[in-house]
Every structure is written in C-alpha cells, then in structure tokens.
C-alpha cells in the first residue's frame, strides 16, 4: 500500500496545538492554553475540513490521557456508580479541560466526525458511564464535559457484544434493578431536557443505545411508551385539559419544550438508524400526534426543524430503501465500465424504460408526512425549508413513479404569485434536490424550466425595497444541479432559456451573492453542458468571473457590453435592461441600467432608436415613480449614444421635458430624482447635438435654470451639467460676442442671483453655474471676464453675506465657479474658438490678463485662510479645499502661460547657515545634511538639478512676454499647500498632499524655491503610493520640510493647530514628530532653528491676537516645546554665546515676550480652555526661575511671572484656581528656586496642600479663612510682592456682585409671581 | 444558506465515503485494515468489537469500519449499516469448510435494506497460501452470479493481505464505483 507522501497540510498551526495540549500539566491553570487552542481551532470554523489529515492525533491526544483519567478515578472508587448518589466527585480539572477541547473540536468539524475518533473499546464502557453518572447536571461551568462524555458513550454503546457481557454489576450483586444499559438510558433520558448542546449528544448517545439489535424487545418499546406518552400529554394539554389523571409521572414535564425537542431529536435519530421493519410498528402510534404537534406550531425554529426531520424519517421508514427504476441516470460514469465500453454506447441515457415496476404499497399516511414536509418548504426560517427538501428527496426516492410524480407537481404548485418568498425558496430547494437525485424526470422539464427562469428573477417589492435575492440565489442552485443531473441531449431544448436567465442574474443581479450564484451555475453547466450546448460560454465565463462580478458598475457597464456582443444574448440584455432593471427599486440600479444602455447602443442601433427608445418616451408620464425616472434616465443615455442616429424624433424627445413638466412631475415624492433625470436628458441631448429649434433651446434653458437653484446639492450639481452642455451646443453668437439680449437672459441674469439674492441654494447655484458658462458667453471681451472674475472674487471673499448669513457653500462654489473659468478661458493666450451652430464659426475668446491673474490669485489665497465654524463644524474646510484645487489648476495654467520661467535661483535669505561653522557634523538625513551645507556648496546642487532639466534652454531662448507667475506667487501657494499639509483635517491634509505631489513630481512646475530640500522632505517610497490623510507617516515629512526658511511660517502655523488640537491620532503624530525634530536639533547644534522656531511662534501669537483658533493650540505648542527644554536651553546659549553679536531678535527674549504675550490673552478672557493653556505655559515659565546669581533684568522678569501666577491663583473661577494650585506645587516641587527663601520652602507646600482652593474666594462669616487670604499668605511665604491693590481687590467686586444678586432674586420674584 | 455555501457542502460531501469491512473470523479483515494503514501486521488478534480508520485514496476520504467477524458478535453488524457507501467482503480462500458459512452470511447481507446500493467489493485473501482458491471458484461458491447479485455493483479481486497484492486493485475498483454513483445519491 502506497503511503501518502506529501506532508503538506493546511492545518498551520499543528506543531502549535499539539504542543499546547502535550503542555498541560495536573494542577496546573491551563486557562490561556485552552483560550489559545480554542481560537485556532475557530479559525476553521469555515472550511473544517482542513482538519481533517490531523484530526485522529489531535483526538488522540485527548483522548488518550482522558480515558486514563477516567480509568484511574475508576479503579480508585472515587466516582459513584449509582445513579441514586448526588455527584461528589466530578474528576480532576485537567479532565474537564481536555473534554471541552473535544467538545469544542466536535463544534468545529462536526460531532458526526468526531465521534468515530474515541475510543470504543468495551473495557472503557463503565468508567465512562461512572464518570458521566458523577457529573453535577446542574454545573453550567462544565457542560462541555457532559457533552463529550455523553458522545463518547454513544460510541462506546456499539460494541459488537452483548453488553449483560461487561456489565460488572450484574454478576458481581443481585441489583439486577440497575444494569448497565438501564442506567445508560436513565442517564441520557434525564440529559434529553438540558437546555443546551448536551440535548443534542444525549439523543445521539440514547438513538445509538436503543438501536442495538439487542434493545429493539425491551428497552427500545420501554423508551417509545414513555415518548408517546410526553408527547400526547405535549399535544393534549392543548387539546383538552382532560388527561391529567392518567399519567402523573410525566405531567410535570409536559411543558418543557426542551424535553420535547431532546425527544423528537432522539426519535428522528432512532428512526433513521434503527431497523426499518421493527419500527414500523410505532410509527402509527406517533405518526398523529407528532402532526398535532406539528400544527400547533412551535415557535422555536429548532423544534420545528426537527419536527421536519422526524416526518422525513418517518416518511422514510414507510417505505424501503430501493433504487427506483424510473430514476433518471445519467449513463453509466465509471471511469472503468466506459473505458471497457470504448465508447461505442457514448453516454446512454434512459428515462429507464422499466416502466413494469413492481406494485409496491404506500400507505395512506405517507400522504400526511409528505403534506407535512410540503408545509416545511413554505417555513419562514431557511433552516426548516432546507431539511424539509431534503426530506422530500428522501423520500420520492423511494417512491413510485406516479406518487413521485405528484410531490413534483405539489412543489411547483408553489411556484405562485400567491405563495410567500419562501414557498418559492422552499420549493427552489426540493426541486434542485429532486434534481440532483435523478427524482425529477426530463419530462418534467417543459414545465420547470419556465418556472425557474422566473423564480431566478424573483423580486417582490415590499415597501422601499424588496425581497426575494434568495429565492434568485436558490433557482441558481436548480440551475446548478441541472447541470449536473441531465445529461448535454436532455438538456438541449431548455439551455437557450436557462443560460439567458443565468447571465442576466450574474450580470444584473442587485446582489453580489447572486451574481455570483449565477456565475457558479452557469460555470457548472458550461463545463457539464459544453460548450456547443451553452454558446459562447468559455469566452463569457472568462469575461465574467466570479471576481469581476463582485464590482456591479463593472458588470453593468463593462462586461454586459462584452455578453452582448454575442448576438445570441443582444436582444435578451438589452431587453431585460430596458424592461425590468430600468425600473428597478433602487435609484442605484436604474442609473446602472440606463449606462448599460447607454453602452449597448454601438450595438444595436436601429432597435435602439427605433424601438426601444420609442417604448421609454411612452412611459416617460408613468404613474409609477420608478417607471417614469428609469425612462427618462434611460431615454437620456440612449441618444447620448445615438447622436444623429435618433433620426426624426428628437422632437419626440425635447418634448419629454414638457411633458414631464406638464405633469407637474417634479412636485412631491420622487420629484427631486425626476429633476436630476430631466436635467440629465438636457446634457445628453445637447452632447447629442441633436438640432433644435431656438424656441425650444430657450424653453430647455428654463427648465435648467429652475433646477439649478435646487436646495439638494446632487440636483443643482445636475443642473449645471446640463448648462454647461446646453449652452456650449447651442445658442449661437456673433464673432463680437454674444446679443445683449442673449447675455441678459445668462450672465447678467446670474451674476444678479449671487451677488443679491438671499436664498443660499440660489447663489450656490448659479456660482457654479457662472463657472460653467462657455467661453463665448463669458470671454468675448476683457471686460465681460473681468466682470465675472470680479463678481465671484467678491463673492468667495469670507466676510460676503447672503441674505444676513455667511454661506460657506456659496463661497465655496464661488471658487470653484473660478476654477472653472480658469479652465475654460485659460490663462493669458486669446483663443479663436469655433461654435457649432454658428454661421460666423469662429470668435475669439480673451484668456485671463496678468492683473485679473493675480487678482485671482490673491483671493485664492484669502480664500486658504477661510476657518470659518458653524453647528456643521469647519465649513471654513470646503472653502479650503476647493481652493487648494483652484491653486493647482491656476498655477499649471500660469506657469505654462509664461512659458520663459528659470528656475527659482537660491534666494540669499533663504541661505540657511551663515553663522554656523560649527555645525558642520555628517547628519543622518539628507534633508537636514543640505541645510547645513556651506552655501555656495548648495548653490552648487541646485546648478546641477536645474541645468539637468532638459526646458532650461528652451526658456532662455524666449524672449519676455508677459509673466503670470513669479518667486514669491510659488512661494506663497506652496507655503498655503504645505500649511494645510501640516493642519488637523484629515481629508485637507490628504488634498494638499495630492496636490503637492502633482505639482512637484509629475508637472515639475518652475521657480519653486529651494526644490531640493522640498523634495528631499516630502519623497515618497518608490512605488508607494502616500496616504497623506494618515497623519502618522505625513508629519514626519512635514516637519523635514520646516526647516526650509520661505516655508518655516506657514508650515509652523499649520502644525501647531496639529500639535495643539483635540484629535488624537493628529495630536500624537504631530507632536511625535515635532519632539523627535527637537531632539535632533539639540544633537546637531541647531540652536538656530530652535530659536526661530520659538520666534515664530510668538509671531503666531501677536499675529492671531486673541483668536482663540490659533492661540490656544500655539500655547499648548508652546507648552510641549518648553516641557522638552527646546526653547529654554536654546535661549540661554544663544544668551551666553552671542554676547558679541546681540542681533535685535535675541534681545527679544522668548520668556518675557511670551510673558507679555499671554498676560494680554489671559485678560478679560473667560475661555477655561484658553486659561489652562496660559496656565501650563506659564508653570514652564516658573522651570527656569533661579534667584541666585541672577542679574537684575532676570530678577523683575521672575517677579513678573511669580505676580501674574499668583494673581491667577485669584482667579474668579474656581477651577482655575485649583488648577493653577497643583501646576504651582508641581512646579516648586521641581524647582526650589521658585521659592526666594529656603527656610520658607516647607510651610509654602503646605499652604498649597492644605487649602481648599475651589473654595470661596472672599471671607465669609462661617468660613474662616477664605482663598484670598492663603493666596496671600502664600505670597508672602515665597517672596512674591503682590500690590495692595491685588490683595484687596475683589472686595469691590463683592459689592457688585451682592447688588446682582438682588437683582436676581426681584427677577425671581417676579417670574414666581407672574406664574402664578 | 446560498448556493455558494452549498457548493462547498457538496463538494467536501462528494469526496467521503464510508466502507464496512465484514467477513467471518479469521478471514483476514483487520490485517487488510493495517496493511492499508501501513501498520504493523505480525500482531493482530482476533477483533472484539471494532475498528475504525480514516483513509485516503485517489482524493477521496474513506471511512473504513472494520468489525470483528466472530458468530457471536456477527448478529450486531447491523448496527453499523447505516449510511455505508461500500461494503468490502473479505473471504479466506483457503477456508473451503467454512464457504457455506460465508454465503449464508453474505446472502443475508445482501437483503438487508440498509446496504441496497452500496458497492460490493469481495476479496478473495490469503492467497498466498496453499490450496487457496481461485476467484471464479469463489464466485461459484458464493452464488454471486445468481439473481440476487444482478443489480448490484460488484468485484472480486483475488489478493493476499500479507503481501498486499491485490489490495490497490480492490480499492480502486471500490473508490471508482462510488464516486460515479455519489454524484447524484447522497
């Protein structure tokens, strides 16, 4: 015997698990293995099967060591052997342990397979019962033991002997009352009502008992007495009351459902193992009361399952198991027998002929169960339909040929408008299963196929949506047993009906399991049918696979286009598109459809425009919503193709949109999804270019103009679509431009909207829709453009108000009505344009002038800066992103307008070291290396890079036409870029990074100063493409990129609202980043740059003076730089180094300025978050407070500090104080020096510890010392003189506030009174 | 349940099957089983009760369920008809007296209603012992082209379970049958 030779396994984790379960030890806490062992194994949960090669060493290793567990708890006593005992003893942990792995392992792969895998010797049999009989039933911790020991006494159970044979207790005593096997089935019986899993095992273990050759006399009519007998009760109580009396023993069970579960469970098992004949006899004892039950109708699914599988079981055990002869076979496939036959009798296929069956008796009641299981088909769980049809299966096979051509025509009954989505289902199922059993003869085919063919097309609309993907998902299922039941002759007749059906669900389907379903089947039946039965079905298959068919725009627009360039399928996509998926339920779907449409049209165009266009314009007024919007979409997309293929009835179509309007088609629901579909057809109409008259070119034009100042977005987006087509097709001008009347009726029309009217969803529209007005309408002449350039600058700006309120989406497509006309008009060069429909053919258009350029430029920037807030949180961001795309838009035009531009020269400013001679170390990145190259070392690297670059000749050799573009233009739109680079929104940042990318990398645009070093920051991974909105890899780029002195500002600006922000993964990221730059510099001597960072910030800070935006995310910066000595350290160098050269930026120390700076933010401020932030800066200010050796200067700058600290430690907010309170003693603390005088230092801790500083400010009488008076106190104790004005200073207030109380309570009063 | 899910159902279903291995003692049932499994087969003692052991051969998973073929115990194969796909007969050759013993047993197999349709493999063994019989000997002994055999799928392979000739051809024979009928029973 060969020995399996390849190793290779799929079971990964082998060496793992084995080693796991080999580690345990007796005593020991094996918790976090068995977790561990557990979660592997649910890694196959799925596909189980993978287990399989190692499931007998697994079993076996757990198996082994429990088995001499239970031998030795055994041989030692310790387990009672009598059932009468309450269980003492229910064996060692570690037992327990390997028994729910067992468990666990029989839930992953099944308990049918890993029963086989216990032990079944007979010795084992005792001790296993004795271990089970010690269990504690009541234990929930362990019914995993139970569940694995009652399985494998199943096992057991089947030992070929008599088991009177081993049974100790029989010889040994006279207590002949308790053998063996009555104690097996007292156990198990008493398990069948556990509320879990161990029902399950209990019934296996009971069936496997009861169906021994040697119980069928006894035990086996003892158990089914005592099951009738629960169940009738089961059944009677809700009959009638009446049968109390009768059997007390029972009654109190009778109302446990899972005791009637536990017993159906053991009584199909029972019927499907035992001995057809000898249960024969009980079947009619049953048979009523299990219908009754039936009837009555469990709620649970699972009783009802089962109940299923009882009547099947029953069903089968009415009839012997036979191979029928009237069962369709599909030849003979033995591999063998046909290579003997030589092929001489190809694949005989016989509907058999034997039609002499022998009579066989069905008895009358088969007719009940087969009702019952017809019944289970129509279930509303999937579970119960399933095992219904395979009941059904079951049981026709063992039919004769009329009865079982009965059940077939019972099934397809179901297939009925009236029936439920699950009759259809249902019978879906038992026909595939009928099928896949030879049950359902090839006559019956004519009948079938239709039906399938509808059902894999089954769609029922409930409501907003609808139901039936898995009635289409299970008519895929009968198509795939088809495939395999029949053989390619058979099938012949019904494989044009059947593979249509099949490729319009895999193409069309809304589900991606039923496209793929339908892959599936129509694959299977490729490959059984061939390829000359299934036409074109290998080139299909391969166009549409399983995966492309998972992406439904691909399938709908793509692949649809290839199935029907195979003129068998055309007309059947085409077809099912315009008559079923057109006027699908979902707005998705009919889009979807009117594209594939649309697509289809290069290949059918006369049925197109003749026929199908014809049956949507009738339609188009359709009561039914769905009719009406998938029309007029699909009418629209249809001509779109066609172009001047529409022939004679484009009046037809114009008319639409009269007619549609007429009905007043876009009032109530589903009129917003008309206007967008109306809109759309104008677009399409006009891109068809299909001539119209002018009166009708104006009525089109009124209707786009209705819609475009739709409050929904998608409908004024659709809107100016349609404008933008509308008006570039039609409307003609003169070569001077356009009649006044014609510009009144447009641009002044519009240009009024926005700057007046004060409904926001007007000016949002028509911004837009100014945009996308062709150039003959808007650059006929300078001043026309200058005109609208004007209006919509004016109208970006942030403060312009609609109406009394700031639109941000007015501003927002105001700039991007900008981009737009950059686009259309470009920048600089005149353009002659030619018009169709215009006899003069030509105008020409004026491009943008260097002035109205940099006017936009400007306003663009302006716009970078809109941060504007409202309830819908950063409005300010969409400005700001369609801005950024603006920029790059303007800029690529700009610079290929001035097309002489050099590259930015090294700008001596920006010359980095001049005063660094000592930093001259190898530093690890190049970024930071260039910065402190030698300068001419770096002009040197930019010569290179720029005479590399193969346009330098060609720009020299231009002489100058005008520029549009200069340094400082490149500098400011890449510092704007790189800012919002550096800035908290995700989705901003992730723009600006894209943007960024372009325009360095792929449109190389020129004079970008220091290109170097910016590229050396921002490089990317070969092949990498960067995900800029992930702040983790983005601020450590960023921050390479601050060194760059023309982009130091902005870039700071945007990192420190990062660093100083809520987010947290920005917040982590960005200050991450910015630490690990601190770090560096300090290592390599960058004092400079320390300090410049410093100085920018402050900058920040006068900049944004009490715009809490920027101020209080630059504190919290400021905070983090001081907690990391990044500023400090640096001043004192710079201090103590540069004595000689005292420039007037290091006079301006960092502390006392930033003193200053947030003594003015703190005052009069109420913000807590703002106070905080002032707070942290100023304890870090307190760090460096050394009152020895301190000159003068130093000494007021301390005493200025201490002052402003303590006067915000009488702070009127409580929490403030409190807090200012715990950073002051974590500050002491740190610092002594705080404190003047060391003697004092002790009782000044405890002042702070000992007071309540959230207390009442002033002194009250019942509070004898008030927060003033310690705060006070606390001043004297650390040197700190605070004038007589700020220790006495609240008593006015007090006064004042005393007043306000009065007023208060008179208000009160008065409220109380006019209530009354 | 979708039609995906019940792909992978069938297609790991279509791959198992479940022999019973039976014959009257001493015939040879268990060395089969060892030889198969590649295991040691100069200590087997007669089987009291039963063995199992999962196989695979030519992609297909088998089940085999070998159980002890003493009189006494012979009244208890029943139980283990359930389901069973093949049913692999294993005759000593060389035991003439007890042929008769053997038809009546197999006879009595064949009518149970829990086998139509399994696949009969018969193995003639032992015969690499003397005076062993021949296959078509053994097919006249057992009746097995008599009326009751007419229906049903069936082989003789004559082998020797100590040099395993003969055994492949067996189970080859066995794993082609029933995958050409598995597709459509199951």
Redesign the interface.
């Known amino acids: 015997?060969?020995?399996?030779s390849s190793t290779s396994t799929f079971f990964i984790e082998r060496e793992e698990f084995l080693g796991l379960i080999g580690g345990f030890k007796e005593g020991e806490d094996n918790e976090k293995s068995v977790e561990r062992l557990k979660t592997i194994l649910d890694r196959y949960l799925e596909?189980p099967?993978l287990l399989?090669?190692h499931?007998?060493e697994i079993m076996s290793s757990l198996v082994t060591p429990s088995s001499s567990m239970i031998h030795s708890l055994y041989s030692s006593g310790t387990i009672s052997d009598d059932l009468s005992n309450t269980p003492t003893n229910e064996g060692p942990p570690l037992l327990h342990t390997y028994l729910s792995l067992i468990s666990h392992l029989s839930k992953v792969r099944g308990y049918k397979t890993i029963k086989?895998?216990f032990t079944?010797?007979?010795v084992d049999l005792e001790p296993t019962l004795m271990c089970l009989l010690s269990q504690d039933p009541q234990n929930h911790a362990l019914w995993e033991s139970r569940y694995a020991l009652l399985l494998w006494l199943s096992m057991l159970a089947?030992?070929?002997?008599d088991i009177c044979t081993i049974d100790s207790t029989s010889e040994s005593s006279t207590r002949t009352t308790s053998n063996l096997v009555e104690t097996i089935i007292k156990i198990s019986k008493s398990y069948l009502s556990d509320p879990g899993p161990v029902r399950e095992s209990a019934a296996v273990c009971l069936s496997s008992v009861l169906?021994?050759?040697?119980m069928e006399e006894g035990y086996l009519q003892d158990f089914m007495e005592y099951a009738k007998e629960v169940l009738m009760i089961r059944v009677g109580i809700k009959k009638n009351d009446g049968d109390d009396g009768k059997s007390n023993t029972v009654s109190h069970l009778t109302d446990n459902t899972f005791l009637t579960m536990g017993l159906v469970h053991t009584l199909a098992h029972l019927f499907?193992?035992g001995?057809?004949e000898k249960f024969l006899i009980y079947v009619d004892a049953f048979l009523e009361q299990i219908i009754l039950l039936a009837e009555n109708g469990g709620s649970q699914t699972m009783l009802r399952k089962l109940l299923v599988k009882l009547f099947q079981r029953v069903g089968t055990t009415f009839m012997?198991?036979?191979?029928v002869p009237w069962r369709y076979?599909?030849g003979?496939?033995?591999?063998?027998t046909n290579m003997e036959s030589k092929g001489e009798g190809k694949e005989e296929l016989t509907e058999s002929e034997v039609t002499e069956e022998p009579d066989i008796y069905v008895p009358p009641e088969l007719e009940d169960v087969v009702d019952q299981l017809l019944t289970g088909l129509r279930d509303r769980d999937?579970?119960v339909r399933?095992s219904a049809a395979k009941g059904l299966g079951r049981i026709t096979e063992r039919l004769p040929r009329e009865c079982a051509d009965d059940v077939v025509g019972a099934i397809m009954e179901l297939f009925n408008d009236n029936e439920t989505d699950s009759a259809w289902h249902g019978a879906n199922l038992a026909l595939a299963e009928l099928a896949?059993?030879?049950l359902l003869l090839p006559s019956r085919l004519p009948k079938v196929v239709p039906i399938i063919v509808r059902a894999i097309h089954y769609d029922v609309r409930r409501g907003q949506n609808s139901v039936g993907a898995?009635v289409r998902?299970?008519a895929?299922?009968v198509c795939?047993a088809f495939a395999?039941?029949y053989s390619p002759e058979v099938m012949k007749p019904y494989v044009e009906e059947l593979a249509k059906g099949m490729l319009l669900a895999a193409l069309f389907d809304r589900e991606i399991?039923c496209r793929?379903?339908a892959s599936?089947?129509f694959q299977e039946n490729v490959g059984r049918q061939g390829n000359e039965n299934f036409k074109h079905g290998i080139e299909i298959l391969t166009a549409a696979d399983y995966f492309t068919l998972g992406n439904r725009v691909k399938a709908f627009t793509e692949i649809s286009c290839f199935v029907a360039g195979f003129e068998k399928y055309r007309r059947s996509v085409i077809g099912h598109l315009k008559e079923v998926k057109l006027f699908h339920w979902d707005v998705e779907i009919r889009l979807l459809a009117s594209q594939g449409l649309g697509n289809l049209v290069a290949l059918d165009k006369n049925y197109m425009a003749d026929v199908v266009l014809h049956e949507l314009i009738s339609k188009v007024c359709d009561p039914d919503l769905l009719v009406r919007h998938g029309a007029v979409l699909g009418i629209a997309e249809i001509v779109k193709a066609l172009k001047s293929n529409v022939s004679s009835k484009h009046t037809e179509i114009t008319n639409v949109v009269v007619e549609v309007e007429k009905a007043r088609l876009y009032r109530g629901k589903g009129g917003e999804i008309m206007r967008s579909a109306i809109c759309r057809l104008i677009e399409c109409v006009s891109i068809a270019q299909l001539p119209l008259p002018v009166k009708t070119q104006v009525r089109l034009l009124d209707s786009v103009d209705d819609c475009i100042k739709h409050p929904l977005e998608e409908i004024s987006l659709s809107a100016v679509a349609g404008l933008r087509a509308l008006l570039k097709q039609y409307f003609p001008v003169a070569s001077t431009g356009p009649s006044s009347r014609l510009h009144s009726r447009v641009f002044q029309k519009y240009a009024k909207v926005v700057e007046e009217e004060d409904n926001a969803a007007a000016t949002r529209g028509f911004a837009l829709a100014i945009g996308c007005l062709p150039a003959k309408l808007l650059a006929f002449n300078d001043e026309a453009l200058e005109t609208a350039v004007n209006l919509l600058c004016k109208c970006a700006d942030i403060n312009f108000k609609v109406g009394e309120e700031p639109d941000a989406e007015t501003r927002r497509n105001c700039v991007k009505g900008l981009t737009e006309i950059v686009k259309t008009v470009g920048v600089g060069s005149t353009k002659i344009q030619t018009f169709p429909g215009t006899d003069k053919a030509t105008l020409t258009s004026v491009g943008l002038s260097p002035p109205l350029t940099t006017k936009i430029f400007t306003t663009l920037f302006s716009c970078m800066e809109d941060y504007s807030m409202d309830k819908r949180g950063d409005v300010g961001s969409w400005v700001r992103c369609a801005a950024l795309n603006a920029l790059e838009t303007l800029t690529l035009e700009a610079v290929d307008a001035s097309k002489n531009l050099k590259e930015a020269s090294p700008d001596p400013t920006s010359a980095t070291n001049k005063d660094d001679e000592d930093e001259n170390e190898i530093l690890p990145p190049l970024a930071e290396r260039m910065q402190l190259l030698d300068e001419d070392i770096q002009a040197k690297v930019l010569a290179s890079v720029q005479s590399s670059s193969p346009m330098n000749e060609e720009w020299r050799s231009v002489d100058t036409p005008p520029q549009y573009f200069d340094v400082q233009t490149s500098i400011t739109v890449l510092g704007l870029i790189l800012k919002q680079l550096a800035e908290k929104l995700d989705n901003v940042r992730d723009l600006a990074g894209n943007i960024l990318h372009r325009l360095l990398n792929e449109n190389k645009i020129p004079l970008v100063a220091d290109r170097v070093f910016l590229t050396e920051a921002l490089k990317t991974k070969a092949n990498e493409t960067m995900n800029w909105a992930s702040p983790h890899t983005t601020f450590t780029m960023i921050i390479k990129a601050m060194n760059i002195d023309v982009y130091h500002e902005a870039i700071v600006e945007g990192l420190a609202v990062s660093v100083g922000g809520l987010t947290e993964s920005v917040v982590k990221s960005s200050s991450g980043a910015l630490i690990d730059w601190v770090k560096t510099m300090k290592k390599l001597k960058g004092w400079r740059h320390l300090a410049r960072l410093g100085r920018t910030l402050v900058n920040l800070m006068r900049k944004f003076e009490k715009d809490e935006r920027i101020v209080v995310p630059v504190l919290k910066t400021v905070h983090l730089l001081l907690q990391n000595e990044a500023l400090r350290s640096e001043e004192r160098r710079t201090a103590k180094e540069n004595k000689t050269e005292e420039t007037e930026e290091e006079k301006d120390r960092f502390g006392p300025t930033m003193l200053k700076l947030v003594k003015a933010e703190a005052h009069g401020s109420k913000s807590y978050k703002k106070i905080v932030a002032i707070v942290d800066v100023l304890i870090d200010l307190t760090a460096e407070i050394k009152w020895s050796g301190a000159d003068d200067e130093d000494k007021a700058y301390f005493d200025e500090v201490l002052t402003f600290a303590f006067a915000l430690l009488g702070h009127p907010f409580p929490k403030v104080r409190k807090y200012v309170a715990e950073q002051l003693y974590v500050a002491i603390l740190e610092n002594e020096g705080v404190v003047k005088d060391d003697s004092k230092y002790d009782n000044a801790c405890s002042v702070i510890l000992e007071t309540a500083w959230d207390g009442e400010l002033e002194q009250t009488e019942e509070q004898e010392v008030a927060v003033r008076v310690r705060r006070n106190e606390l001043a004297d104790l650390m040197g700190v003189e605070l004038s007589e004005k700020a220790r006495a200073k609240k008593v006015v207030k007090k006064g004042k506030e005393k007043e306000k109380k009065d007023e208060l309570a008179s208000y009160m009063s008065l409220v109380k009174e006019a209530g009354r | 349940m979708g039609l995906l899910s019940i792909i992978r159902k069938v297609k790991a279903k279509e791959k198992e099957c479940r022999l019973l291995i039976l014959g009257l003692d001493n015939a040879g049932k268990t060395t089969i089983l060892k030889k198969f499994n590649g295991e040691d087969i100069n200590t087997i003692s007669p089987t009291l009760g039963f063995n199992i052991k999962t196989l695979e051969h030519r992609g297909y998973l088998l089940n085999c369920w070998d159980v002890g073929g003493q009189q006494t115990i012979r009244s208890y194969w029943r139980n283990y008809f359930e389901a069973t796909d093949g049913l692999v007969w294993v005759v000593d050759s060389a035991d003439r007296v007890r042929l008769g013993d053997c038809k009546r047993e197999l006879d009595c197999l064949m009518e149970q209603e829990k086998l139509a349709g399994a696949s009969l493999m018969i193995f003639a063994n032992k015969q690499d012992l003397a005076g062993a019989l021949s296959e078509e000997e053994i097919v006249e002994a057992l009746g097995l082209k008599g009326e009751q055999f007419k229906t049903r799928h069936w082989s003789i392979v004559a082998c020797s379970a100590v040099t395993g000739e003969g055994l492949l051809v067996g189970m080859d024979w066995m794993t082609d049958d029933i995958s050409s009928r598995i597709f459509m029973l199951s």
């Not at chain 1, 003979?332 to 063998?336: A, G, K, T, V, Y």
């Open positions: 015997m060969a020995s399996i596909s099967t399989d090669p499931l007998e086989k895998l079944h010797e007979a089947l030992v070929p002997f169906t021994r050759p040697d499907k193992y001995h057809r012997p198991v036979r191979i076979q599909r003979r496939r033995s591999l063998l999937t579970v399933w896949r059993r030879g898995h998902d299970a895929c299922y795939w395999r039941a399991n793929r379903a599936a089947a």
